[in-house]
C-alpha cells in the first residue's frame, strides 16, 4: 500500500497527485472512473480498485467537487468503518460547514483522523505546487501532514 493516497483525480486531484510523485512519495490513486489515473500510473502511481483500498494508506488527500461527492464517497459508502484507526483524511475540498461537521463527525467515531484543508487556487497553479491551503485539524494531525 502506498504511504499517500489521492482520492478525486478531476482538474485540481491529478496535479496533487502527480507533485506528490515528483516529490518522491509512494503514491495510491483512486477515481470512479479510471480514465483519469491512466497518466498517473504511467508515472508510478498504484490505482487501487476500490476507494476502500485507497482508505488503507496512513495519509489520504480527496479533492472531491462539492458536498454531496463528499458524501456519497466518505458517509453514505461506509468506508470509514473499513478504514484502519489512524489514518488521517486530509479533505481539499471546499464544503459547507454542515457538511464539514457531520463528516468530521463520522471519522472521530471510527478513530480516522480528519484534517479539513480546502484550496485556493486554479490548475496552473495546482500544478505548480503552489496552492494555498487553510489547514484545520488536530494539532497532532496537522504535524503528521
Known amino acids: 500500500m502506498g504511504n499517500i493516497a489521492v482520492i478525486g483525480l478531476g482538474a485540481m486531484g491529478r496535479p496533487v497527485a502527480r507533485n506528490l510523485l515528483k516529490a518522491g512519495h ?5 477515481n470512479r472512473s ?4 491512466v497518466d498517473l500510473v504511467a508515472a508510478g502511481a498504484r490505482r487501487a480498485t476500490s476507494v476502500t483500498e485507497a482508505m488503507q494508506a496512513p495519509v489520504v488527500f480527496s479533492v472531491l467537487s462539492d458536498d454531496r461527492a463528499v458524501d456519497e464517497t466518505f458517509i453514505d459508502s461506509g468506508v470509514l468503518a473499513q478504514t484502519p484507526g489512524g489514518t488521517v483524511h486530509v479533505n481539499l475540498a471546499t464544503v459547507s460547514t454542515g457538511l464539514a461537521r457531520r463528516v468530521g463527525a463520522a471519522h472521530a467515531e471510527h478513530g480516522v483522523g480528519y484534517v479539513a ?6 490548475v496552473p ?8 491551503v487553510l489547514a484545520a485539524g488536530e494539532r497532532a494531525l496537522l504535524d503528521r501532514v
Do not use: K, T
Not at 479510471?34 to 489515473?37: E, H, V, Y
Open 26 to 30: 509512494d503514491v495510491v490513486v483512486w
Open 34 to 37: 479510471d480514465g483519469p489515473a
Open 117 to 122: 484543508a480546502p484550496v485556493f487556487g486554479r
Open 125 to 132: 497553479v495546482a500544478e505548480a505546487g503552489a496552492l494555498n
